[in-house]
């Protein structure tokens, strides 16, 4: 497992949790260990990439480190640009589903993608991967 690897963990971790104590909750991200030790330093090395990016704080009490969430995950942004021929890619697979599903609501502005039309091409893929589908290339 990567340092990468773990912050998805503790991505995953904090969804529904609001700190995460290093003695306490390793177990809970790390399932299986072979070198604790080892897995240890990337559980820290993970929890020290988040407190750089201002996701948690920690706090020594009584010996332990604990890391607390600054704010709800679900509140924090991203600012990404997109250039044209991946806009319009976006724009496809969704609008292409919108078609097969009968279903125009949620189709995409190639010039105005938003946060929504990310989500729903995450939506699509989850499906696709938990139906074992495998995408076609789209030209």
Same mark, same amino acid.
């Given at each position: 497992? =990567? ?34 030790? =080892?897995?240890?330093? /990337? ?37 990404? =640009? ?51 589908? =495998?995408?076609? /290339?789209?030209?």
């Amino acid at each position: 497992m =990567t340092v990468l690897d773990t912050c998805v963990e503790l991505y995953k971790w904090f969804q529904n949790h609001d700190s995460l104590s290093v003695k306490k909750n390793f177990k809970d991200i790390f399932l299986i260990s072979e070198d604790e030790t =080892t897995d240890k330093a /990337k559980l820290i090395a993970g929890l020290k990439k988040l407190q750089e990016q201002k996701i948690i704080t920690e706090v020594i009490v009584g010996g332990e480190n604990i890391f607390i969430l600054n704010q709800k995950l679900e509140s924090l942004n991203q600012d990404i =640009t997109i250039d044209r021929n991946t806009a319009l890619k976006i724009a496809q697979v969704i609008n292409n589903f919108c078609d097969n599903i009968d279903d125009h609501v949620d189709v995409a502005d190639p010039s105005n993608i938003r946060p929504k039309d990310i989500l729903h091409i995450t939506l699509i893929l989850e499906a696709m991967q938990k139906d074992g589908i =495998t995408p076609k /290339k789209i030209d």
